[in-house]
């Protein structure tokens, strides 16, 4: 297949054109490089374009022909979607139309869609399936609500078919050390507590000890980058051949509280890592866990990296390098 990934110098994006091209497919990738990095995208094609930019997003999607669109250039800070929304609806949704209605205009019918477990906002009930009330609770998570809608009209007017995949906690690397997280800032607790095991961070700050959970901190289900690009390519691959559009919880299944993370990164690095009470952090549900039977079941997908002890020995790979670590002399 032929492949087009927007957002494919990120997190997620870099892992999945790697996955894509090690599978046998052409990929080529977008990217604006404001979050991403250029030397992530270590296979397929690089075109350095923005998604406000139309006439950029013409020239790449007229210039042939594409099995499908793969979308993960969002702005993905919670709390800054809070501060400045009107830069998480200006890229998050109107950005995302631009490549819509390029889509459209190009006859490119498959889109799949960077979702999040932000769409449900508060739980009613744990795990969470896809029949959940959807309240979103802060406007990084609206952004994602309204095209999920904006995708079920455009699939009823323009026929334009579309998985939305809502990630739960993304985390880990590429097995080999090729490729891992690299936000700046950093706000997610893996990488955050390996900086600490590393000694690039003093400490890591728990963000609220009093929640009803057995240990007090935010119980997450934590789901390796691998995993869920595998859900990718097998979502791609029932819409070509389905052509249904869906939406998708992707968890797997178990949750991990703060603590239990930070227990894990210190056994797996085998160092001690601060910590550090402080306030709850405002919108943090207590717990996050997905019920994914359905993409298991309609996608035959199966997470390979469920444990979580293996979710952070491959992020603390990866950390060794920025730690200044990839070569322990002792
Ligand atoms: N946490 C800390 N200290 C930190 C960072 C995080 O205690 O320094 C805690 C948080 O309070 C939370 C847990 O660790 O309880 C996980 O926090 P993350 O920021 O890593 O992830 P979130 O669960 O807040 O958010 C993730 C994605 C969002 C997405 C959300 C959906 O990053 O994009 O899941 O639920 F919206």
Known sequence: MRILVVGGAGYIG??????????????????NLTAGYRDAVIAGDFIQADLADRASLDTVLGSGSFDG??????YIQVGESVTAPAKY???????TLNLLDAMVEYGIRNFIFSSTAAVFGE?????????????????????KL????????????????SVCLRYFNAAGAHPEGLLGERHDPETHLIPLVLQAA?????????FGQDYPTPDGTCIRDYIHVMDLCDAHLLALEKLITHGKSEAFNLGNGNGFSVQEVIDTAEKVSGREIPVIAAERRSGDPARLVADSRKARELL???????????????AWEWEKHFGGLANPKS
């Not at 609806?89 to 950005?95: C, F, I, M």
């Not at 590393?198 to 728990?206: C, P």
Request: glycine share 6%.
């Open 14 to 31: 870099s892992h999945m054109v790697k996955l894509l091209a090690d599978a046998g497919h052409d990929v080529v990738v977008v990217d």
């Open 69 to 74: 669109v793969m979308h993960f250039a969002s």
């Open 89 to 95: 609806y200006q890229n998050n949704v109107a950005n």
């Open 123 to 143: 739980p009613d009930y744990i795990p969470l399936d896809e029949l959940h009330p959807k309240n979103p609770v802060n406007p990084y998570g609206r952004t």
């Open 146 to 161: 309204m095209v999920e809608q904006i995708l079920k009209d455009y699939d009823t007017a323009y026929g334009l078919k």
């Open 198 to 206: 590393s000694g690039r961070r003093d400490a890591i700050k728990v």
């Open 300 to 314: 035959g997908w199966e997470p390979h990296h469920a444990d979580l002890a293996q979710i952070v020995a491959h």
